[in-house]
């Protein structure tokens, strides 16, 4: 099968500021190739500071790429015009903040088809309340006349409105508490059911544990394993993600100290297997070199194999 979108070798550098007057590059993506096929869920896990969000944006062209490619139906997204966006879309974590606190609902859907000249409006924006199982009633509220989970339904609904082929969702149940994380986990499973195809970014494994086909575990920007749901959570191959399934699910890291951060980014070595300084199966060799392999159609970044 034909892949709906290949990250071809994807590295990210941001300039961040080391000292006085010192600038330097933090690797936010080392080479990340994976590819999202159709009517799948391919999750995203890894911990806070990882990449993921990087990834995404990079996907949605919200970021430019340092190095690498991002093709879509195998035409390079950064070639493709406005069309791109009607393709693929996006669902992010907060809603409070992703949607217009002063438009109704009815114009926070309505938005998308008007920027692409669509036609029929009324229907759409009625069939989509009802695939994202809100009462039209609701068209005209606003976002704080909602709850948060009634809120992230809005969000949902104004990523489908363009019937696109690709959604990076990313951490879209974060912001939730766990009853309404489930219903709107549900509904995601609905509109994969529907056609759709997913990226699902969580620092959560469990979560994708409900959802994903395939799970992609990524650590300082480097893509460490990836195969399907089955595979990484019964056996997993690299430390890291052996790692990732023991420990406790850690708090979303917006909830987390500023301290407790920085620490965990300073520790990531610029060379090498980013994993090294935490793994207890190192080798000698992990601190300057990581080997990449395709095993029996399952992807490890690990020198242990
Ligand atoms: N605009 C930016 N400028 C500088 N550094 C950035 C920028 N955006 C992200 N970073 C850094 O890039 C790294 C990856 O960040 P990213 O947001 O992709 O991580 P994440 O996996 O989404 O984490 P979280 O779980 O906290 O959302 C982090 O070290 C982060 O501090
Ligand atoms: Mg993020």
Redesign the pocket.
């Known amino acids: 099968m034909e892949p709906l979108l290949s990250v071809k070798s994807l590295s990210?550098a941001?300039?961040?500021k080391k000292g006085f007057l010192r600038k330097e590059a933090?690797?936010?993506?080392r080479e990340v190739s994976l590819e999202v096929f159709p009517l799948e869920i391919l999750g995203v896990v890894?911990?806070?500071?990882?990449?993921?969000?990087?990834?995404?944006?990079v996907i949605l062209r919200l970021?430019a790429p340092s190095e690498g490619e991002v093709y879509f139906k195998g035409r390079n997204v950064f070639k493709l015009g406005r069309e791109y966006t009607r393709h693929v879309s996006v669902v992010f974590?907060d809603p409070r903040a992703s949607l217009n606190p002063r438009m109704t609902v009815r114009e926070i859907l309505e938005e998308p088809l008007l920027v692409h000249g669509i036609k029929d409006r009324k229907g759409k924006i009625e069939e989509v309340m009802e695939l994202v199982s809100l009462p039209v009633e609701f068209l005209e509220r606003k976002p704080d006349e909602l709850s948060g989970g009634q809120r992230q339904r809005v969000a949902i609904g104004r990523a489908i409105i363009l019937n696109p082929e690709l959604i990076v969702a990313?951490?879209p149940t974060a912001s939730l508490d766990v009853a309404i994380q489930e219903q709107v986990l549900n509904l995601l499973l609905k509109l994969k059911g529907s056609g759709y195809s997913f990226i699902f970014?969580t620092?959560d494994i469990r979560v994708i544990e409900k959802i994903g086909d395939r799970i992609a575990v990524?650590y300082g920007?480097t893509l460490m394993e990836l195969g399907s749901k089955e595979e990484i959570l019964r056996e997993p191959m690299n430390p890291y993600t052996k790692f990732l399934l023991k420990s406790v699910p850690v708090k979303?890291?917006?909830h987390r100290k500023k301290e407790e951060?920085q620490e965990f980014?300073y520790n990531?070595p610029s060379r090498g297997c980013p994993f090294y300084p935490r793994c207890p199966d190192k080798l000698e060799e992990c601190s300057t070199t990581l080997r990449r392999k395709n095993l029996n159609g399952r992807f490890i970044a690990c020198n242990l194999y």
Do not use: F, M, N, R
Request: proline share 3%; no cysteine.
């Open positions: 990210k941001y300039k961040v933090l690797w936010a993506l890894g911990e806070s500071g990882s990449g993921k969000s990087t990834l995404g944006k970021e974590q990313d951490e970014i620092h990524i920007g979303h890291p917006k951060l980014e990531i």
